[in-house]
Structures are given as structure tokens and as C-alpha cells.
């Protein structure tokens, strides 16, 4: 299985960036997807995460200024973000919690991170 991300990139506070994650290769089902962050020095945090009925969850800080989507026929997640604030800065990674087939277990599969910078 294979996790790759997109859309990250430089943008000016107030602006928006869209992520997407796409999942590949081979896939039951994905009961869960989502994103965390990462700056220097920290732990990696949760920032949204979706499950496959829709039910979402946002970390306090972007409640309002980010949506996280999900396209379940393309294994994709999206991290609409507007209102981006210097603190939004950080490498973000997209994760998906799955199985690869019937009756097996679930685990977590990250994708590589992507450079999120917002300047002042």
C-alpha cells in the first residue's frame, strides 16, 4: 500500500492550500483517514480525520478554517485549508487506517509529508 501526497506548498497568511492523499495498491477498505503535523522538535498531531460514513474530526485550532474530505471510489483524502496562519506551518502527512483484505486486521499507512509554509 502506497500513500502519496500532494499540495503542499508557500502561501501568505490568510491564503488557502488543498492537500490531497491518494491510497494504491491493494486495499479492502479504509475505515479511517486523515492528517497530522509535524514542526521541529515536536510530536506529531492530529489536525482531521474522516471514517468512511463521513463522521469528521478536527483538532481545536483549524476548526472552521479547514475541511477534510474524502472520495472513497478513489482511496483519496482532501484537506481543504483556508485562513492559513503562520503556525499552520508545518510538514503535513496524510495516514489511512485499513485492511488489506476480508477478516484481516487494520493498521496505519503513512505517506511521506508535505511542506506546508505560511509567511507573514
Known amino acids: 500500500v502506497q500513500l502519496q501526497a500532494s499540495g503542499g506548498g508557500l502561501v501568505l497568511a490568510g491564503g488557502s492550500l488543498r492537500l490531497s492523499c491518494a491510497a494504491s495498491?491493494?486495499?479492502?477498505?479504509?475505515?479511517?483517514m486523515g492528517w497530522y503535523r509535524q514542526t521541529p522538535g515536536n510530536q506529531r498531531e492530529l489536525v482531521a480525520r474522516?471514517?468512511?460514513?463521513?463522521?469528521?474530526n478536527y483538532e481545536d485550532s483549524v476548526k472552521g478554517r479547514f475541511t477534510i474530505s474524502r472520495d472513497n471510489d478513489k482511496n483519496t483524502v482532501y484537506l481543504e485549508m483556508n485562513s492559513l496562519k503562520p503556525e499552520d506551518s508545518a510538514v503535513y502527512y496524510c495516514?489511512?487506517?485499513?485492511?488489506?483484505?476480508?477478516?484481516?486486521?487494520?493498521?496505519?499507512?503513512w505517506g511521506q509529508g508535505t511542506q506546508v509554509t505560511v509567511s507573514t
Open positions: 474522516i471514517m468512511r460514513g463521513g463522521i469528521t
Open positions: 495516514y489511512a487506517y485499513l485492511s488489506q483484505r476480508l477478516g484481516t486486521l487494520y493498521y496505519d499507512y
Open positions: 495498491g491493494r486495499i479492502f477498505n479504509i475505515a479511517t
